[in-house]
């Protein structure tokens, strides 16, 4: 039994798309809970893990990156990011260490992003600095002079190099957060890793081999909807239906790819991770179809999922946390995807997949159906301008 009376608080990991935060949740969980990949903006939601430390429950909170919000996805991307991190106990300010080049590496100064994020928390917050991806520095005393411009920036309780994906310091920083959460009895069984339901991050492992299998806009242009979800309760086979909503028919096309090949492969590797998180044989079929405003309609953003899309703690006139992002904007990754692809699709049918159990090369599992979409779903903005739509938020 842990000693000393047991503790338990709330942690936010807050910080720029991409800086690991995701990496960090699914280390300290030592379970890969929450979807990770090097596109920023991976994670569009809070999602809550529950570890255990010593005498200490660290109710552990992901929140998506903080960037200047284009759509209302990214509003309410932010709006999540700054209610777990206005309920935290502890915030952990994560910030990447750059990767160093040339004979004599001198780190950059902290990103201005960095500044104006940390600038905006409350002085009272205790916030500690985690510096990730040490794995990039093989002088560890480069970090000394970073480590020190952070610490003019603001008081922290403490400061933390470490590796999230090498899990190198991991323990340390939990050693730190645990030490200043409140005395309290524990709120989780040691089972209960997450509050969400088993739906919601088959949704996101199936946007995980999205996020693998394709580039530039295309990630960010889908989203996954959980159409059914049946687990039977003696056992045996669990059936998921899910559609990935896209914006445009190029994006249609190159999901699911020739032969339906990418779309096979999406649903192939989505589904055995889904097997893996519940212990059972996973039945997936998906769909495609195009939605071509879900990322500026609170109502369709609500529709799939995403939390405070009508506007949350904005709308009730909390501070904002990011208010004035500088404007050195990095450039969303990857290459212009080529969209030649078909563009006769009238934007209202569906395309179906069966991801069976040992499909190998077997096309007949490909089964297209004209599916009845709902008409009225792509009617709310009515003359979209899509011409120069952003592939990404932008990172601040
Ligand atoms: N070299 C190195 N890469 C890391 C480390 N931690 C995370 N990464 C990589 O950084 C990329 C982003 O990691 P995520 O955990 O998805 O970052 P995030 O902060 O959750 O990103 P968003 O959800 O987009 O805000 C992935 O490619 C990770 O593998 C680390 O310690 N070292
Ligand atoms: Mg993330």
Redesign the pocket.
């Known amino acids: 039994m842990p000693e000393g009376p047991q503790r338990s608080g709330r942690v936010a ?1 807050l ?12 280390a300290a969980l030592g379970h890969p809970l ?10 569009r939601d809070a999602i809550l893990g529950v570890t255990h430390h010593g005498s200490a429950e660290l109710i552990l909170l ?4 903080l960037h200047r919000p284009l759509t209302e996805l990214g509003r309410a991307m932010n709006d999540a990011a700054r209610e777990a991190a206005r309920s935290a106990d502890v915030v952990l300010f ?1 910030v ?1 260490v750059p990767q160093v080049q040339g004979d004599k590496p001198r780190l950059p100064r902290p990103h201005p992003g960095d500044v104006t994020l940390l600038a905006d928390l409350a002085p009272e917050t205790i916030v500690i600095l985690v510096l ?5 520095i093989h002088d560890k005393r480069l970090l000394l002079p970073l480590m020190s411009a952070f610490g003019q920036l603001r008081e922290f309780t403490a400061i933390v190099p ?5 899990k ?1 310091g991991v323990a340390h920083v939990l050693d730190e957060v645990a030490r200043h959460l409140p005395e309290a009895p524990w709120q989780h069984g040691a089972e209960e890793m997450t509050d969400r339901p088993t739906r919601f991050f088959a949704a996101e492992y199936v946007r995980e081999q999205i996020l693998r299998a394709t580039k530039a806009e295309v990630p960010h242009a889908c989203a996954v909807h959980i159409d059914r979800f049946f687990e039977p309760a003696g056992g045996g086979v669990v059936h998921i239906d899910a559609t990935i909503h896209v914006e445009r028919p190029g994006q249609k096309a190159i999901i699911i790819g020739a032969g339906a090949e990418m779309l096979k492969r999406i649903g192939t590797q989505a589904r055995g991770r889904i097997e893996e998180l519940v212990g059972r044989q996973v039945n997936l079929k998906l769909w495609v179809r195009i939605s071509p405003d879900w990322r500026k309609s609170s109502r369709e953003l609500q529709q799939l999922g995403y939390r405070d899309a009508t506007g949350g703690a904005s709308a009730t006139g909390g501070t904002l946390l990011f208010a004035n992002l500088p404007d050195d904007i990095e450039a969303p990754q990857g290459d212009e995807v080529d969209l030649d692809a078909p563009e006769e699709d009238d934007g209202l049918e569906s395309e179906q997949i069966e991801i069976d159990e040992d499909e190998t090369d077997d096309d007949s599992a490909l089964s297209p159906q004209g599916d009845e979409a709902d008409a009225d779903s792509d009617d709310e903005s009515g003359d979209s301008d899509e011409a120069d739509e952003p592939a990404a938020e932008e990172n601040q």
């Open positions: 990991l910080g720029r798309p991409n800086v690991g935060k995701s990496t960090l949740l699914n929450a979807i990770v990949s090097p596109t920023p903006q991976t994670t992901d929140t998506p990156g994560m990447e990730n991806k040490i794995d990039r470490l590796s999230a994906l090498k190198d």
